[in-house]
């Protein structure tokens, strides 16, 4: 590939990255605190709940669908695995029934929206009340907290002095990487999003795969939901409220549009990383609260801008 | 082809400068703090930012510092129920090496692993507000510098106390609870609980969140009257439910007829007291809590001793001592 030839392919990419080394060049000339490996380390441990549900959220937005109730499934997952935990259940086994339970939230949300023919706003809407009530009925309101420090090294661990978080979410991120542009799956999503009508001429089972796509954003919540809950300690059943919001504000910074039918699970990456590295560096800086929201917000927009004005010079 | 990508690069070089300069803009003026900071730098970490309870803790503890001569770096997170969001700021605040935090923990439990962190990191921590959990900290080996509050329990015990007492024993009270699963609220209405459950004659004939908001307030406790016109008081968890709730009691025309009281006694809330719209309001002091923290901070830092519990006194605000 020709260097001109990458650039087209990539420009996005790199816009979204030069944003970032942006970021931390600023945040590296206001404070020494920033750019030290703890605090980047920190920066990538940070992200990485966020980050996760994005890849999701992201195979979902280039379906040009959307999902309001990840963070509603991180709380159901959580409790559901926590109070598993709690009575002893092994701890494979509950892990997986957190992941089995996203899963499981994901199909329903996509069996409505492929054979129900609801839309993704309205079907995930409703999960996200449905997950979030079950999730309180489930235990009572209260968190179920304390758990065995073999549990607790998903999130307090590290790998080779990285921290166990960043190591799921780096292995996320590549086997995402390359079932979006390898496999089947990856290729039909495109596809869907691109042009539905067309995917279903070409013979490609679009209701199928479609639920397939939420019930995989579903399971990266539920993924998502077990590092949260062995960062904290503890599984609450109003964890996660708006963590849709950030989700979908990682993806679009990356990226993808919400028109369907391109996006990179690359692209998010750097967009959770953008704003991680925001919230990290305002508040090393001791930036009020309500100043962040702002800069956070103008971030989203701009990085929407630049996306759209550069689509309009690629045509 | 050379074009486009030329026009490319043009367009992501502008957006580029562009943010950098916006970033430098926002964040300019923080340099300055930054290179003065010679004086200890104390940071405050509450709940949310945006609530008047914490507004008033931020006061308090704002003069102290300025009277100390002490850095002060205020934070919280967005909402009051982000317990991860709050535990990166704590996190990003060790990173940047503050003297000492003080922390109004979102979770009791929850908070104990960034705790333990800034102990590592030799940072005092002063809990205030909302203990954290002392056995969940011992089993993690962490220590606290001192807890400065008052009771949520207490006060749920001062507002059930003072409903019994206004009703002579018997009558009809429903509940406003804050958001479930929310401790704080939890430990009120068990605080309030523990008082009226004692009473037969007192019925609870309602209890239903407005998760801590004013316009929920105003709607739920309207349905509450739909179904319950004889209630004759209500316990709301916070004062903003309870200034919804009045507005509720006025359009059933039943002003000064239904006994409300409140929670946190805010701004507002002393208003509808001196108004005599709303009957009472538990006050917990944020504003001292905050002061308290600065300086115990401050004293921490210098080597002095602080004991292990400040207690924060908790009061009844009627109209009698609204003023």
Known sequence: ?315 | MFNQGHMKMKTIVSVYLAVVLAGLSFIGCQRREEASAKSPTVALVVKTVNHPYFIDMQQGAEAAAKRLGIHLIVQGAEREVDVEKQMQIVENLIQKKVDAICLAPSGSRELVPVVVKANRANIPVIILDTRIDSAALREAGGKVGTFIGSDNFEGGKVAGTYILEKLKGNGNVAILEGIPGHETGDARRKGFHSVVDQAPGIKIVASQTANWERDQGFNVFQNMLQSHPDVQALFACNDLMALGAIEAVAAAGKTGKILVVGFDAVKDGRDAIRQGTMAASVAQHPDEMGKLGVENACRIICGEPVPDYVPVKIELITKQNVE
Request: a positive charge; glycine letters at 14%.
């Open chain 1, 1 to 315: 590939m020709t260097p001109k030839n990458f650039l087209v392919q990539h420009g996005r990419q790199l816009g979204t990255l030069c944003g970032l080394f942006g970021l931390v060049v600023i945040f590296w000339i206001l404070t020494p605190h920033f750019l030290t490996v703890s605090n980047l380390l920190n920066i990538a441990q940070q992200t990485s709940i966020n980050a996760i549900i994005a890849v999701g959220m992201t195979f979902v937005i280039i379906t040009a669908g959307i999902d309001l109730s990840v963070g509603s499934i991180v709380a159901f997952s959580g409790v559901v695995m926590g109070s598993a935990l709690q009575s002893g259940t092994p701890l494979l086994l509950a892990i997986l029934l957190g992941l089995g339970v996203g899963l499981l939230c994901g199909l329903v949300n996509g069996v409505l929206i492929s054979w129900g023919r609801l839309p993704p706003f309205i079907s995930t809407l409703g999960m996200m009340s449905v997950a979030r009530g079950a999730a309180l009925l489930y235990t009572g309101g209260r968190p179920v907290s304390g758990f065995s420090s073999s549990f607790r090294w998903l999130s307090t661990g590290e790998v080779a002095h990285i921290p166990s978080p960043v190591v799921i979410m780096v292995v996320i991120y590549g086997i995402a990487h390359f079932v979006l542009r390898r496999t089947k799956l990856g290729r039909y999503t495109y596809a869907m999003g691109g042009n539905e009508e067309a995917a279903i001429l070409s013979g490609v089972s679009v209701k199928v795969y479609k639920a397939g796509v939420y019930g995989l954003c579903g399971m990266f919540s539920g993924l998502a939901a077990i590092i949260l809950t062995a960062r904290l300690n503890s599984a609450q059943p109003i964890a996660g409220m708006m963590y849709e919001l950030d989700a979908i504000a990682a993806t679009v910074i990356g990226g993808t549009s919400l028109m369907g039918g391109e996006g990179t699970v690359l692209g998010t990456l750097i967009g959770a990383l953008i704003m991680g590295v925001l919230r990290n560096g305002l508040n090393i800086l001791g930036v009020s609260s309500f100043v962040q929201q702002i800069v956070i917000g103008s971030v989203i927009v701009v990085a929407v801008l630049a996306d759209m004005a550069l689509k309009r010079q690629r045509k």
